[in-house]
Every structure is written in C-alpha cells, then in structure tokens.
C-alpha cells in the first residue's frame, strides 16, 4: 500500500498525535449527571463524584477511547488517499523544464512548489524526477525522500539553452519495455507532434500546468545568426541575422564598436553585414528593447581570422598550377616569408605542396592522425576520374595520409602533365584550393553554431555533438565558438499532450478513500446508536 498525500512518517506521526489529543480529552471530559439525594448530609459525596477532570484518577471508558482513536485513524487514513501497490505498477518520471524559456517571470519558482506538492502524491518507489536544461540530471532517484529533491534543486536557475524535454522523453521512453512509463512534463518545454508518434504506446506523456495557467507572453528577439566567406576578397566575411523587431531597434557592434558598414536585406526577413573584417574579433547583434525574454535579446559570434596565403613558387612549377595559384584571390604570391611553398621543401618547417614519383598518387603528412575519407572528399578527390587515371598511368590511384612534423602534401608530377585529364578537370583547382588552406591551417567559416543543434566541425570521439547552452566555448585548437539561441524559446510550448493540474488522478490502483469514509459513517452511526441506548458514556 502506497500513501497518496502524505509520507509514511508523516502518517504513523498524525496517528501519534490524534491518540495524545483523544487521551487527553478523554480525561478531561466532564458528563453531569442527575444525582437525587434523601439529605443534604450527602451533598459533599456527590460533588466529588462529579469531578472528572483529574488526571491522577483511573482513565476511564477506555473502549469509547478505543472506539474514538479507530473513527479519527480511519479518517485520517482515508485523507492520506491509501492505494495498493501493484506488480508492474505505473514508473511516473518528473521532467523539469530548465530552458531559457523559464526565465520569464517566477515561473520556475512556481514549478518548483507544484513539484515538491504533487511528488508526494506518487510512491517512493515508482517516481523520479529529472531537470532538463542544457543537460539532462537526475535529481531524485526510487525510493529516496521527497527532501533531497529540495536540497538538490536549492540553488539551480533556468539556462540559457533550448528546450531538452524531447531528446529527454526519447531517451527514457527504451524503459517502457519493463514497465508502462508515464512522463510528466513541468514547465514550457513540451513535445510537437511528431515526437509523440515515436513513444511507444506503453509511455504516456502529461503536462503538468497551473490551475490558472497564464497567457503566452508576448516576445521578440534574435532568432539566427551565422556568417558565410566574402567572395572575392579572403579577408572578410559576411554576417546575416534574423530578428523578429524593428530595425531600429536593432544594434550591431563589432568588438564593442557600432558597426558602420551598411545593413542590406537579401532576403525577406534575413539581414546582412557584408564586408566584416575577419580579424578574429567579436561580432554582436542586440535589441535595445526586448521581449519578456532577456536571453535572446542578444547573440554573438566569433569572427575567424582570415588573411591571404603567402605562398612561394619554385620555377619551375607546371604552368596548369600556377595559373591556378594566380587566379586565386586567397593566394598572395612572394619570394620570402611564405606561409607554404611550391615545388620544394624547407627546412625550417613551412608546409610544402611537392610532386614526387613515388608512393601513392596523393599523400597528405599531417602532425596529427587524421581519415583518409575526410581529405579525399575535403579535397575535391571524390571528383576525379580514378579510373580514367589509373588506366592512363598503369597505377592504382590511392590517397595515402601519414603523420610527421610538418604538414606536406604530394602527388605525382604526371598529374600536372597535359597527357593527364587531371588539371582539365573540375576538381584540379579545387584540390589546388583546399590543399593550400589545409597546408597553411587556414580556419573554416563557420555558417552558425546554435546551442541544442550539432555541428559537423564539433565532435567527440569522431560523433559530432551540440553545445549544450548558448554562451562562449573554446574548442581544441584554441578557436572560440560562440553558441547562440536559435528561434524563439517561448514557441516550445507546441505539443497536444493532456494537461493536468494534478497527478492525483493520473495515478494507477484504485483509491481506498472512499471505502473508508464509509466504514467510519458506519461507525459513527454505530457510536449514535450506542449513545442514545445508554451503552456509550
């Protein structure tokens, strides 16, 4: 039997204290009697007959002391909503939105207060509760006391990071194979539609709101922001923005600096900053006057650092190669102080693009492991005529990548020759392209970075990964990357599940309630009955 309303201690403690307060009204309960007498001479003998309120007197009536502690115990019992206990009873886990659309208001506050009330209305056994923010905690497990769950929250604010409550509700719902699972939302966060078609059909899904829920705030802010390379000039970038607000209200600084360049709209609703110089600076687009929600009235990112390639070319370098050196506005050619060089190799370790006979047709030596099939396609090697190539040259075309000191890249110098369809090809000046940046190391612009969204460029252990919350990250090489909320966090609330105001009724086995409150209308009618014959004092 599981207790709905309060805890098991705090039951057998309200049992306690009902059987001291029935005790001492009993002793101190007075019924006058009519007593005749033939002669005042024993008046004084009945007066002390009528004295009850002594407690150093014998306790009497003990079976109505009896009869009364059983009508106010089952009362009680009965307010504490008992339920049996079922095999494979019902696993009810607690979701509690922790996202930045928690941040309006003191909703997160009163989520707290509905969670603490309706968790003891759930058995020990059968309950936990999750926060779900930028990660996912456990913060109360089976069977341990509703007050850990007060401690462990004590101090948690919502953050700035998208709703979580779907990847989480996938994640628990592989457990309903043991058991029926019921997940109960608490806050903004909720599932669209079409997650709710992927839980299997022992979960049930609940939401958990106020019983005078509030209208959904009106909200405006920052929905995107991402940049892409300037074409034709290697050394800018251009930065685009979406936001839901007047232009006016709108401000863009450049390393704390008003941005003065011009603001064009290419495309509906999606504004640029074209020309940005990519100096590894800080771009950040703010809304002077915001929404209900702070947190997405402001986004930033991190400006690469982007400068020509300073590449030295020996002379005698085939012609196909150097026209496509020359055509490359990335590319500024010079006699010294070069970034990689051309035709031959130095010995202070400037990255080198060389051609050599031997080995594979393309050997890439870089300081750390890395896969053959992210070169070959990063390099524009998907693109070629493998076959056409290996029955031209009599030789299997391979890709071969080794580790050394200095990045270096190699191909066979019959590659170059005009007999070889490889420079008449589109992927010759692409190879030649990315070769030179790979060799000089140079930094990749990345379209956008959102918080909740993985990232091709962001991995661990070869599986790309999201940031958890928007903020400032610093990756392996030192690059910063700066996450951004993307859309509008209020707009989580989209899903169909049933809302609740409590988990009183959402709980599986039958109540014993009512069947109490019946047993003691009997008895009470009973003790009436007794009364009124003279058998009850």
Known sequence: MT????????FWMGCAALALMLAVLQWLRTRHRTVHVVTTLFWQEAMEESRARVFWRRFRHPWAYLLALLIAGLTWLAWADPRPEREGAVETVILIDGSAAMMVGDRLAQVREQVMRELR??????RRVFWVGGQTTLLLDRGEEALLLEARWKGRQAEVAPSGIEQACLALSSEAEARPLQLVVAG???LGDDVLTLLPEDVKVLRLVNEEEEAKPSNTGVRALG???TLGNPETVDVWFEVDAPMSEVQVKVDAKPWTGALNERQPGRVWCEAVPARGGRLEVRLSNGGALSADDVAAIQLPWRQRIRVSVSEDTPLPLRRVLEADDAVEMVDAEADVTVGFTT???IPSLVWDETGEAFVFVSEEAQAPESLHALMGLDQIDTVGLAEQSGRVVRLQVETGPTRRAQLWPQLLSQEYHFIQSSAFPLYVGQTLRWLAKVPKVDPYVAAGETHPR???AGVPFALPRAGDYEDGLGQLRVAHLSGDPLSS?????????TLSGAIKGGSWATWLILVVLVLLLGEWVLFQNGRMP
Do not use: C, F, I, Y
């Open 347 to 349: 010995s202070d370790g």
């Open 3 to 10: 207790l709905t309303n309060v805890s098991p201690w705090g």
């Open 458 to 460: 962001l991995k661990a």
């Open 188 to 190: 903004n966060g909720s």
């Open 121 to 126: 209305r759930l058995p020990a056994e059968h």
């Open 493 to 501: 609330d989209k899903g169909s599940e049933p809302r609740v105001t």
């Open 227 to 229: 940049m892409a390379a």
